[in-house]
């Protein structure tokens, strides 16, 4: 996602993956509200949708199956259900296409950083010279390592199991074993996943510090554990295992080197937001480093990534805390959950942790002004159609009510649409490339101001 945002401001791109194949374990991640948004925002939405299926929003939260209130506020109000290597790939493709190159089988091993850029040193010796380095390399990040920035936060309490098989006692016989069980164990399930295929996960016989996969003898133990039975299960297709660990990075940024996603930030799967919040950041940092390294930047500009995005990583990392309390089957924490599952009856808070979960309720501290400030602004109708339509090039767009207003000197980073008839409750706005509103009024002065802080000072 970084690499293609970059790509779209003309930044030349480097991707190394230490990984000579893409990933094989298909586990599926559900793309929220926000993601595709974004995706909308790039013209990329058409492209994944096929891929996916589409549910609706809603029962996110600890898995409390409560539907989604009304009034969710998005043209987007679903989840998609998508295979993680497929939406790894398609990203891929589409970086590639905008013309970001990517070498597989490289690992970054070390690197140095001076006042003018990176030297990267591969594991085989060779050495690459960049402007800047992005360490998007996930939970283990060999670049945040030899940064030095702490990573403070809890260590996993829990591990799960999780994979793919077949099962050798008839579907009816599963249904009936799995229902009952589930009534108490919400770390558990075993449901079909393709033509005789399920998707099995199950609570780890404790904590390990393997990177290897777990076995299938492993299954079955946990399984007899749980649910008294192994199911006869066999043939599996790929298996996985997962813990809980809480951590967040001290910083996301020191000189020339940046982190983004896993390598931030990472927390349980619950709520299916880690992928999600690792998009975000890359659709928060892209424009802001390309227009550092164009030197148009506003001197402060590049900070606001982590000024921006790691009180929203503080934010998920404690509402999965919250949620993993809400999965244990002591009799307190379930509770809770009874308690939080009547609670959710009333809209409102029904519509808070559904913000929460999907992003969509996330106010950047752009400092005192109207509740809009800081939020992303929903796909209005204009006059040309959908507003997420004019966002595909990443550039600022002035949506001007007023059709008087100008954006004078910044016209190679900033559109503008005079269109009297959008549907804004708001005389003008101006939309920062990741759709965040950056100013609200109708004086040209005011906006100049805003102008600069974003978009630095006038070309000419
Ligand atoms: C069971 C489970 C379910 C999940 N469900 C969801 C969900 O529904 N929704 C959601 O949003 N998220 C979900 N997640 C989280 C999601 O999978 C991760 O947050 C996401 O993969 C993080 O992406 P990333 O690119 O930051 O890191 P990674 O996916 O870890 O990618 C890092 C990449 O860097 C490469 N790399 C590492 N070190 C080096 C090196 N030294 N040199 C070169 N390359 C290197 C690795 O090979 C890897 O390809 C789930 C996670 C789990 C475990």
Same mark, same amino acid.
């Given at each position: 996602m970084l690499a293609a945002e970059l790509r779209l401001h003309d930044v030349r791109v480097l991707v190394v993956e230490k990984q000579t194949e893409p990933a094989s374990a298909v586990r599926i991640v559900g793309l929220h509200i926000r993601s595709l948004e974004l995706m909308a925002m790039r013209g990329l939405l058409e492209r994944i949708l096929p891929h996916g299926r589409k549910r609706p929003a809603g029962a996110y939260f600890a898995a409390i199956a409560k539907p989604a209130p009304p009034g969710l506020d998005s043209r987007y109000a679903y989840l998609l259900g998508i295979p993680q290597p497929v939406i790894e790939r398609l990203l891929e493709e589409h970086a590639i296409e905008q013309g970001a190159q990517v070498r597989r089988g490289c690992v970054v091993a070390g690197f140095e950083q001076d006042d003018e850029g990176v030297t990267v040193e591969l594991a085989d010796g060779e050495r690459l010279r960049s402007r800047y380095l992005v360490g998007c390399d996930g939970a283990r990040s060999t670049v945040r390592k030899l940064l030095g920035v702490g990573f403070p936060g809890e260590p996993a309490r829990t591990e799960s199991l999780m994979g793919e098989m077949e099962v050798g006692v008839p579907p009816e016989e599963v249904a009936v074993t799995v229902a009952a069980i589930r009534e108490t164990h919400q770390r558990f399930w075993l449901r079909p996943a393709g033509v005789g295929v399920y998707s099995v #996960?199950?609570?780890? $016989?404790?904590?390990?510090?393997?990177?290897?996969?777990?076995?299938?003898? *492993?299954?079955?133990?946990?399984?007899?554990?749980?649910? @008294?039975? *192994?199911?006869?299960?066999?043939?599996?297709?790929?298996?996985?295992?997962? =813990?809980?660990?809480?951590?967040?990075? /001290?910083?996301?940024?020191? @000189?020339?080197? #940046?982190? $983004? =996603?896993?390598? $931030?930030?990472?927390?349980?799967?619950? &709520? =299916?937001? @880690?992928?999600?919040? &690792?998009?975000? /950041?890359?659709?928060?940092l892209g424009w802001k480093l390309a227009a550092q390294i164009h030197g148009w930047a506003p001197e402060t500009l590049l900070d606001t990534y982590q000024t921006e995005r790691r009180p929203v990583a503080e934010a998920v990392l404690d509402n999965t805390r919250a949620q993993t309390e809400l999965l244990s089957t002591e009799p307190g924490a379930q509770a809770v959950r009874r308690l939080l599952t009547e609670l959710m009856d009333f809209d409102e808070v029904n519509l808070h942790l559904l913000e929460k979960i999907t992003a969509i309720g996330i106010r950047y501290d752009f400092g005192a002004g109207p509740d809009l400030l800081g939020r992303r602004l929903r796909d209005i109708d204009v006059k040309q159609g959908h507003l997420y339509d004019l966002l595909h090039r990443g550039r600022g767009l002035l949506l001007d009510r007023t059709e008087r207003l100008t954006v004078d000197g910044r016209s190679d980073r900033v559109d503008h649409l005079a269109d009297s008839t959008a549907a804004l409750d708001a005389p003008s706005v101006l939309l920062r490339p990741d759709g965040h509103v950056a100013w609200i009024g109708d004086d040209q002065q005011g906006l100049d101001d805003h102008l600069s802080r974003w978009f630095g000072k006038p070309a000419h």
């Open positions: #996960l199950v609570p780890a $016989a404790g904590v390990s510090d393997r990177a290897e996969p777990p076995t299938l003898e *492993d299954f079955k133990q946990q399984l007899h554990a749980v649910v @008294g039975t *192994d199911f006869g299960v066999h043939s599996p297709r790929w298996l996985s295992r997962f =813990g809980d660990a809480t951590r967040l990075a /001290d910083s996301y940024r020191v @000189g020339r080197v #940046l982190l $983004a =996603g896993d390598a $931030a930030h990472i927390h349980p799967p619950i &709520g =299916g937001q @880690g992928l999600n919040l &690792g998009v975000q /950041d890359a659709f928060n």
